[in-house]
């Protein structure tokens, strides 16, 4: 069927560089995309969101690009902090629907001091 | 403002017992959603709320599962018989409204743990 996936399952950053995340996904339906961070023990977190009318679209140190022609997705984090050490996780929404969102399995992102 | 609320945060019982979940949406918001996740793993979308209108079940993994939603607001999602295969951690989200393009909030789950 139909889903959202994660490139890369881990990803070790050195403090203060950028970090990219990746995401594929195979919903041509869908319109709407999120980025969740989730820490341990924690629920996931709201980053951005973007819309498919929308190529690129930043945030405070966080940047998220659509590629809809290759059904990719980015989330960028600049300046990368301790902080940032977390899942991230990609989400889609199918077109006009209400319903729940489909979730890759996640990237756990490491920042090395 | 106050967030998406769930309770107990922890809950170990045994094998056959009911559980009974709950979930404070954020005030106003109209859509509610229950989702499970198992160790390293995505989420898995259970069940759906959406004001007045009969909720979307389609992702209950068996009829030992069932949700209510009482006055619009608070959600109870039950286990009955717990099995073994029933512990992960139960995520509540809501969303200010049931259309798309709107960012869901989540709490921080109930961990079930079935010994």
């Known amino acids: 069927g139909e889903s959202v996936g994660l490139h890369l399952p881990t990803l070790s950053v050195q403090e203060g560089d950028n970090s990219i995340i990746n995401c594929a996904y195979s919903n041509s339906a869908s319109d709407y995309f999120i980025w969740y961070k989730q820490e341990s023990g924690k629920g996931p977190q709201f980053i951005i969101d973007i819309r498919s009318n929308m190529d690129k679209r930043q945030g405070q140190r966080v940047t998220v690009l659509l590629n809809k022609t290759v059904k990719h997705l980015s989330l960028q984090i600049a300046a990368t902090q301790p902080g940032d050490s977390a899942v991230y996780f990609c989400a889609e929404n199918p077109s006009g629907s209400a319903r729940q969102l489909t979730f890759g399995s996640g990237t756990q992102l490491t920042v090395l001091p | 403002g106050a967030g998406v609320s769930q309770s107990p945060s922890n809950k170990v019982t045994e094998k056959g017992k009911d559980v009974e979940l709950r979930c404070d949406p954020i005030?106003?918001?109209?859509?509610l959603y229950w989702y499970r996740q198992s160790l390293g793993q995505g989420l898995e979308f259970l069940i759906y709320?959406?004001?007045?209108?009969?909720?979307?079940k389609s992702g209950l993994p068996s009829d030992r599962f069932s949700a209510e939603r009482t006055g619009g607001s608070v959600s109870t999602l039950t286990i009955q018989r717990t099995q073994q295969e029933d512990s992960a951690v139960y995520l509540c989200a809501s969303r200010r409204t049931g259309g798309s393009n709107q960012p869901q909030h989540f709490g921080d789950g109930t961990r079930l743990s079935i010994l």
């Open positions: 709320f959406q004001g007045n209108s009969a909720p979307d």
């Open positions: 005030s106003g918001h109209t859509a």
